[in-house]
């Protein structure tokens, strides 16, 4: 059975306040649609955590840097509702872009240093986008708890710093990203891949594990790791690597020697595709006296 | 007796669950403290709408442009908790600056375009800090109300289109200005006045009503309106205007000709005290044709 539609945000605030009533716990998992086996992955825990669980679907226009991103974003609404239907969703959010934004936003989330690395030059106004979405949801469905994918790392690292700055009383919960047989990270952009790109994509994982290996046996050099990683990149006219850049994994920002967990991130074009990972990486133990 | 005064964000949450949890609407009166006859006046209209009402009192550094003055900004806690008892207010939130800001924030409230007018330019970072602050006490409460003084207009045309913009579930309620009975706006900043500032004080609100003369007879060109509502502010060497503009009282931006409802607003340095006022003025009906 597809899980039920909801386009309006009376129409949802007004279910979900009918099944808060009641005493049960609501979880929210914010996509843009596409679903694929990551998604599924934050329903599953959801699902296990709270009494109803609320799928919302909207490509948010506001976190777009480039018009042709947006309008190249796939959309498969109805395989998404049966997916959901499957997974014991209760609500399928999908509301219409002029209901998120019957007039152009004048406020909107600053998130600060937060955005000064890796994504964030890239994509101007990205993650201030992400950011204000993401709180318009968190008002409109009042979730105990939201699910996020670990794959998008920054993503996750602004919206646990966004609901502890502005005390949304919300449990953020980040959910470990889920690969392909070759490790390639489950994205909806995937999608968008031809056959040799596909085969392509799977080096920006491998130059992720190479910088882990690097740093779980003890290289502490932040350019020499970077270096080795970069160096698993192949020499190839469809590849072009955005960036490579370990920071500390709360704050996003560079470290300069790797001396506890950090994040190794992630951006590589395939062709017109633009693809992003992560891995987190711990260090060994200091030695005592070292 | 006084309010019950509370201190930690988990202490109010936990009573006002245990309240809302009957029924009860939940009214909010954020304050910087230094109570007068204003706030009393939003405390009473929160009262007649809501069986709870919280005012919490906050200094909010984030908000203020100069170190002195939020050194000299007056804080009367016992006062106010005194007043509040005899209001009928339940709690009074004082929470420590660390309560709410444990870590400096790096997500804060972008307001756009709506501070680029009136006080915005004056006051660098001002509005992004009470709309920081606004909201957070919006998740920290989760009022079904929340009342602000029409005095401060530019902020709450600013709160408005926060609540507006991120779905915040709460009813914002603006409340008139309440006067001296020589016209003078009540502010906590009125008590840094020595005597003979407190006298030409009331030269802003004379400005005001100039301007709401030339506008309710019929001008329209808003460099006459200024220029007359300008000549009412003495030379005297402890006065100092720092604005007294037309702008449009939702978008707060300037008017070029004036054709419907405009927000005449002005910043009045008195010695080292600056007042705000403003007057919501409205042209007569335009003839036919015309």
Request: proline share 8%; net charge neutral; with cysteine.
């Amino acid at each position: 059975m597809n899980a039920e539609l909801v386009e309006s945000i009376a129409g949802l605030r007004e279910r979900l306040a009918r099944i808060r009533r009641s005493g049960a716990k609501v979880g929210l998992v914010p996509t843009m649609g596409a679903l694929h086996a990551g998604h599924a992955r934050l329903v599953e825990r959801a699902r296990g955590d709270c009494q109803s669980v609320t799928v919302s679907i909207f490509v948010n226009p506001l976190q777009f840097d480039r018009e042709d991103d947006l309008r190249r974003y796939p959309r498969t609404l109805e395989g998404d509702r049966e997916l959901c239907g499957t997974l014991g969703v209760d609500f399928v959010f999908a509301p219409p872009v002029e209901e998120m934004y019957p007039i152009p936003p004048a406020c909107r989330v600053d998130v600060g240093r937060l955005a000064d690395h890796l994504c964030g030059p890239y994509r101007p106004g990205h993650f201030p986008g992400v950011a204000t979405i993401v709180l318009k949801l968190f008002e409109i469905v009042g979730p105990d708890r939201a699910y996020f994918g670990e794959k998008d790392a920054q993503q996750l690292a602004i919206i646990r710093r966004l609901v502890s700055d502005f005390n949304v009383p919300v449990q953020v919960v980040g959910v470990p990203t889920v690969r392909e047989p070759d490790g390639l990270a489950m994205s909806s952009r995937n999608r968008q891949l031809g056959p040799s790109e596909r085969e392509l994509a799977t080096v920006l994982y491998r130059a992720l594990r190479e910088a882990d290996r690097q740093i779980s046996t003890g290289t502490k050099d932040v350019h020499f790791v970077k270096a080795k990683a970069t160096a698993e990149i192949p020499r190839d006219a469809s590849l072009r690597l955005e960036y490579l850049d370990i920071v500390d994994p709360d704050d996003v920002q560079p470290v300069a020697r790797i001396a506890g967990p950090v994040l190794v991130a992630g951006a590589l074009w395939v062709g017109s595709t633009r693809l992003i990972d992560n891995l987190l990486s711990t260090p060994p133990p200091e030695k005592m006296g070292s």
